[in-house]
């Protein structure tokens, strides 16, 4: 099978033919033996680029014909991988600039710079022959534009202090949003008029950190500048029809006016009425903060992408980083994207793509999608997957490498490229190194053979077949209070090693769809599902309710995360909770207990003892790295002060701690730390002064509080910290020197300001639901109120880890449909599989191994060693796309030797008859090659004569003297080349003359049922070709009502004559 050159020449003229309904054109074979042809890329005319729906899925049009979306990603495309990725035939290209990221060349007022983009697309355009570029433009706002607008910068609720952190401008800015949006109209003018103009197919629009429009320095709580106000006094007249009584009403505020709104600070943001909630009719106003501070950021990411459809009149995609699934579970929740919604709905948009997951990459793990990707699909939107994995060759200090071999390597680039032809979706290959990454023959090999059935996917079809939703309330998150986000804790979990809410349910043996809220109450979720589940629905409004309480009939189940309903328009509701759920419910929280005295210190300490011995303190790291000096100008108050002296060269320095024995901080209560600091020598560039709370029994991972500052030496300053605690008994705090400087501290106080809430739960499986499983699952995330399934009528699946163990997962049979409580998270794979099977939900693997699939795909990667067995919904045709073997045509279940990591790729098709293998004989045996020698299976040979050879080393060849009236030397085999009955085909090939036939003789091709013989023929095509002539060939035709038509090449009265490069389609 020459694959290779199938994948290189024939991708192009095979989707357009397939997409027309037509035979190819006779061009089809044009270039065989070529490195590689772009046959889309011209300088003639520019190419049209679009997102349409092709076999059932969002799909990336070029010149009106689907093209399989798979991207190298670089800073720079390097001269090896510009090249490792010309040879696998991609034609896509993204990039940015290694120093600057690519911005617009803004360099001042009224003034603009293009020297970058221009040397980065001629960059492009040296190192990629052909293809398209989509070049990542970053439209953060210059220094020089920072000083000049300082109103219209991001401010916080929390003062940074002289904490060295970037500046960027709000997004709410209307003059950063005019003025940058000039200059990017300038841009995209400048490059579609400039010489690689034909072949940009788009623009990538980066805002904000990192580019992923998400705000600076979120630790800090912004965005309290003018701008945004300004932006949130609009959304309120909108929301409120201008009103300022309603604004009056709905704020519980007689005083309060549009122009006299103040953002919320740092106390109301975290405010809370019960557990972790705030009231939602009583926190009206922070509500309403919180959607207009997310609703600015798709408001500018419309402004902008407008602009690039506008200048390029629609002839350039628009690409954007957004609509995240929360995952940052340490951060502040003004960190994610929540206006996932709005950006869904844009028509200026196209493609959306972020990075997979981060905490879940590794071999064995899942490599999520972090996104709705069905939801996107919805509305039209193409979801493209960041695959920046790092291979075992990648080296520090780049952060997330876990492969150490190539298997391991091969294996996740393999698991990146599953998830994307099981979602339809698209993916670019991203070496942050710009050519180290992939520095190895076997990626160049890889890359070719997952670009080859890339080209193949768009010839069966895309669409899901999941029988699971996985409704999520992106917006829920706005009612909680407290420090961290929740939400990102529910689907990523607190910390690498956990169980994770969207890593169960990879693992869990059937794929899910992912939808927002929203796309359920506009109706657009499809009814078919048979298991929904709701991991963050504690907080709906009325029409949210009545959109689930549709679904509750059908026999479907309905899964249930923490605290489901809880948080309504009008309060917090028990009542609600157990309407929506149908339990009856125990509400769980904390123990009442007085609040502690915020006038009275867990501890103070000022050092004048002269030593550490009698304090709660130590000399940090070792026991020696910091000192209680008396020297002076460098003490602080009274006669002593601990110092911290550290060269820039040393890069974390710890030199004083708390003693946990001494100073116990209770887990989950937060405190707040108070001392006075001063620096003796300043930190260098990028280097700063740090404090964090750290357990030594979870480490790094579960640190809080961690603040940094990089005040200038001489003065006396105050620091001030509040943090919340995880569940962890054994915290102590840390002051520390990053990368250099010397600075001393004293006067520390240590106040607890709120009690613990309520401790996560840990619960076990219900052991006679789940023989064998003896973990201990939850434990890890703090939530409350808890609801806990009590009185009857329902089956328990998990009970708390207590002394009198209550229930914690709990399924209820109620009328038409089953409701399933999972109190508390996560809800692990075994119990996703129990109920995916009791629903009768198609199940693929009963282990815990990573699994996507999709009408089509079959993708698993292996969480561990062993044997795995897949099985399939119905029986069907199955093709393993790593050993090239068609398992069957009638296949139910398949099995496969596995080590941890490795991915198994399969298609519920046969590549064999649906253009996906070009049958080359270059094993020099009928044996491997799906055809036999014609009839009686000798006729014909394989010959590896040169002047017989089509291509390659090896062809099928006949040859009979001119008395022989019919000579049939070479057959296809029916048991694997299974065409149906009543479908059409075409068959292409390449033909060498080797002697003519005799008089009135012929070459000839033909399909022909076995069992009823020459009636039955069809596609019946003669020709003679003078000798030596090497031909492509291309025969359409219908078959008849018959299952065993094979194909038949042969002789009429005599002559020679090769074959080769057979490729079977089936046009549907």
């Known amino acids: 099978m020459k694959r290779r050159t199938f994948l290189g020449v024939m991708a192009a003229p095979l989707l357009i033919a397939l997409v027309d309904g037509n035979a190819r054109p006779a061009s089809a074979f044009a270039g065989i033996g070529a490195a590689s042809v772009h046959p889309l890329t011209t300088t003639a005319a520019r190419s049209t680029f679009r997102v349409g729906t092709h076999r059932g899925a969002p799909c990336l049009f070029v010149d009106d014909a689907p093209r399989f979306p798979m991207y190298l990603f670089e800073q720079e495309v390097s001269v090896a991988d510009g090249q490792t990725f010309t040879d696998a035939g991609v034609e896509f290209y993204s990039f940015i600039e290694k120093d600057t990221y690519l911005d617009l060349g803004w360099t001042g007022a009224g003034t603009q710079n293009f020297t970058v983009i221009d040397r980065v697309m001629q960059t492009f355009e040296d190192h990629v022959p052909s293809g398209y570029a989509m070049p990542r433009v970053h439209l953060w706002a210059p220094d020089w534009w920072l000083d000049a607008h300082p109103d219209d910068l991001v401010d916080y609720a929390i003062d940074p202090g002289t904490a060295d952190i970037p500046r960027d401008a709000s997004f709410a800015s209307a003059t950063w949003r005019t ?148 995952d940052q579970g340490y951060m502040p929740q003004e960190q994610h994207h929540r206006a996932v919604a709005a950006l869904h709905r844009l028509d200026s948009v196209d493609l959306v793509t972020s990075p997979h997951s981060y905490y879940r990459r590794a071999p064995g793990d899942d490599g999520a999608y972090r996104t709705y990707t069905e939801s996107l699909a919805l509305h039209g939107k193409l979801f493209i997957d960041e695959a920046d994995d790092r291979t075992h060759l990648a080296t520090s200090p780049i952060l997330f490498i876990y492969a150490t071999t190539m298997a391991e390597s091969l294996g996740i680039i393999r698991r990146a490229f599953g998830q994307a032809v099981t979602h339809a979706t698209g993916m670019w290959y991203m070496d942050h190194s710009s050519g180290l990454w992939y520095a190895d023959p076997a990626f160049g090999a890889e890359f070719a053979n997952l670009k080859h059935w890339g080209d193949y996917s768009m010839n069966v079809s895309r669409a899901r077949s999941s029988e699971v939703a996985v409704i999520s309330v992106p917006t829920a998150e706005l009612v909680l209070g407290g420090e961290t986000d929740t939400t990102a804790k529910l689907y990523e979990g607190p910390s690498l090693g956990s169980r994770q809410g969207i890593g169960e349910l990879s ?190 029994t979870g480490g790094v991972p579960q640190d809080v509080g961690s603040n940094q500052w990089s005040d200038a030496p001489g003065s006396v300053y105050t620091k001030e910290f509040e943090f919340t605690l995880k569940n962890y008994s054994d915290y102590y705090l840390i002051w520390g020197i990053h990368d250099g400087g010397a600075i001393t501290v004293d006067d520390i106080t240590i106040t607890k300001v709120k009690n613990a809430g309520l401790a996560p739960m840990s619960y076990h499986l219900d052991s006679a639901a789940f023989p064998g499983v003896t973990e201990t699952f939850g434990g890890e995330i703090a939530l409350e109120p808890l609801f806990l399934p009590s009185g009857s009528g329902f089956t328990t699946l998990a009970r708390s880890a207590e002394s009198t163990p209550r229930p914690v997962i709990a399924r209820k049979t109620l009328t038409g449909w089953t409701s399933v409580l999972a109190s508390t998270p996560p809800i692990p794979s075994p119990v996703l599989r129990k109920l995916y099977s009791d629903a009768g939900v198609h199940v693929y693997t009963g282990g815990d191994d990573n699994l996507e699939a999709n009408a089509a795909w079959i993708s698993l990667h292996a969480k561990t060693a062993g044997t795995k067995t897949v099985t399939l919904p119905t029986a069907g045709p199955l093709y393993d796309t790593g050993s090239e073997t068609l398992l069957g045509l009638s296949t139910t279940t398949a099995t496969f030797t596995m080590a941890k990591g490795d991915t198994v790729l399969l298609t519920r098709s046969n590549p064999l008859v649906t253009g996906g293998v070009v049958f080359g004989f270059e094993t020099g045996s009928f044996a491997t090659s799906h055809f036999t020698g014609g009839f009686g299976g000798s006729y014909g040979t394989i010959t590896s004569t040169p002047s017989q050879v089509v291509s390659g080393s090896h062809s099928a060849y006949g040859a009979a003297p001119a008395t022989t009236d019919w000579y049939e030397f070479l057959y296809s085999n029916p048991a694997t080349i299974a065409l149906s009955p009543d479908t059409s085909y075409t068959v292409e090939f390449v033909t060498k003359t080797g002697a003519l036939p005799g008089s009135g003789g012929h070459f000839y091709f033909l399909a022909r049922s076995q069992a009823t013989g020459a009636p039955s023929d069809r596609g019946v095509t003669s020709w003679t070709d003078p000798v030596g002539t090497v031909q492509k060939r291309s025969v359409t035709f219908t078959t008849g009502n018959h299952t065993d038509y094979r194909l038949i090449w042969g002789l009429h009265n005599g002559g020679a004559l090769s074959v080769d490069d057979i490729l079977i389609s089936r046009n549907d």
């Open 179 to 326: 003025e940058a949006g000039a200059k990017l109209r300038t841009m995209v003018r400048h490059i579609l008029d400039g010489p690689q103009g034909d072949r940009t197919m788009g623009i990538t629009l980066a805002g904000g950190l990192y580019g992923e429009w998400l705000c600076y320095n979120a630790e800090y709580l912004p965005d309290t500048s003018e701008p945004m106000r300004t932006a949130w006094i609009g959304h309120l007249k909108a929301k409120y029809a201008n009103s300022v009584a309603q604004l009056r009403a709905a704020w519980g505020d007689p005083a309060v006016t549009f122009d006299t709104v103040v953002i919320p600070g740092t106390g109301e943001r975290r405010e809370t009425a019960n557990g972790l909630f705030r009231n939602p009719a009583a926190s009206r106003r922070v509500l309403d903060y919180y959607e207009s501070h997310h609703r600015v950021v798709v408001e500018a990411i419309d402004h902008f992408a407008s602009i690039v459809k506008d200048e390029s009149d629609g002839t350039l995609l628009t690409s954007v980083l957004y609509g995240y699934t929360p």
């Open 507 to 696: 693992r869990a043996g059937a794929p899910f769809d992912r939808f927002t809220i929203d796309d359920l109450v506009d109706g657009l979720v499809p009814t078919h599902y048979k298991v929904y589940v709701f991991p963050d629905a504690f907080r709906l409004n009325a029409a949210q309710r009545v959109a689930i309480t549709a679904l509750k009939s059908g026999g479907r189940t309905l899964v249930w995360g923490w605290a489901p309903g809880y948080a309504g328009d009008s309060g917090l509701s028990k009542a609600d909770v157990e309407a929506l759920t149908g339990f009856s419910l125990t509400q769980v929280n904390a123990p009442a207990a007085s609040p502690p005295d915020p006038s009275t210190p867990l501890d103070s300490e000022d050092f004048e003892s002269g030593s550490f011995a009698g304090t709660g303190y130590s000399a940090g790291a070792g026991g020696a790295t910091g000192t209680i000096i008396a020297t002076a100008g460098e003490v602080i108050g009274g006669t002593r002060s601990v110092k911290g002296s550290a060269p820039a060269s040393t890069d974390w320095h710890e030199y004083l701690y708390t003693k946990a024995a001494s100073i116990p901080l209770e887990a989950n209560a937060t405190y707040r730390v108070k001392f006075r600091g001063r620096t003796i020598t300043a930190p260098g560039a990028g280097a700063y002064f740090y404090f964090v709370a750290r357990t030594g």
